[in-house]
T-cell receptor, first 109, second 111 residues
Framework: LAKTTQPISMDSYEGQEVNITCSHNNIATNDYITWYQQFPSQGPRFIIQGYKTKVTNEVASLFIPADRKSSTLSLPRVSLSDTAVYYCLVGTIDDKIIFGKGTRLHILP | DGGITQSPKYLFRKEGQNVTLSCEQNLNHDAMYWYRQDPGQGLRLIYYSQIVNDFQKGDIAEGYSVSREKKESFPLTVTSAQKNPTAFYLC??????????FGPGTRLTVL
């Protein structure tokens, strides 16, 4: 299983774009990159998933360079409600999914 | 209304007692998972099941047991052998992709 490394915490301000980078140096050929968001006392919620290049949906974008050894979750124009823990996961459907400690994002007014 | 449900939301247990946490899904997902989360920590995998009547241990299975008799249900029993069971327990299900859908969680407190 590819191990992921992401910052423990980040602070930002309302209205700004936030980028959270995840390192996964030993990502395998078949691995996908998935990001989840978790609010206190709730289960994680799927945000976005990608394999290579760029993926965008209504809430976020995911940038993956050609070597796939890292990925960046981009949240446009964050609000206070985006304060949460964000998890980066790497794997396939046959893997045990490993959640690390994630990145605690704190949005300030 | 499709989804994954967990009950109860809060559960209190006396030391030495077994307790069973419920997890039900009507999403027709093949795979189901149980995780434990301690304060300020990430999720740790307890057990997972990729098909009915089959399940595998995760990273912290000691003191826990599961069954998967029906596709929709994956109950977790916290036994008296689990020395520090107070935690937030999360159940998830997944179709044959690597995206998991989580329930609302059960917070277990040992008195």
């Amino acid at each position: 299983l590819a191990k992921t490394t992401q910052p423990i915490s980040m602070d930002s301000y309302e209205g700004q774009e936030v980028n959270i980078t995840c390192s996964h140096n030993n990502i395998a050929t078949n691995d996908y990159i998935t990001w989840y968001q978790q609010f206190p006392s709730q289960g994680p919620r799927f945000i976005i998933q990608g394999y290579k290049t760029k993926v965008t949906n209504e809430v976020a974008s995911l940038f993956i360079p050609a070597d796939r050894k890292s990925s960046t979750l981009s949240l446009p124009r964050v609000s206070l409600s985006d304060t949460a823990v964000y998890y980066c996961l790497v794997g396939t459907i046959d893997d045990k999914i490993i959640f690390g400690k994630g990145t605690r994002l704190h949005i300030l007014p | 209304d499709g989804g994954i449900t967990q009950s109860p939301k809060y559960l209190f247990r006396k030391e030495g007692q077994n307790v069973t946490l419920s997890c039900e899904q009507n999403l027709n997902h093949d795979a189901m998972y149980w995780y434990r989360q301690d304060p300020g920590q990430g999720l740790r995998l307890i057990y997972y099941s990729q098909i009915v009547n089959d399940f595998q241990k995760g990273d912290i299975a000691e003191g826990y047991s599961v069954s998967r008799e029906k596709k929709e249900s994956f109950p977790l029993t916290v036994t008296s052998a689990q020395k520090n069971p107070t935690a937030f327990y999360l159940c998830a299900s997944s179709p044959r992709t690597d995206t998991q859908y989580f329930g609302p969680g059960t917070r277990l407190t040992v008195l």
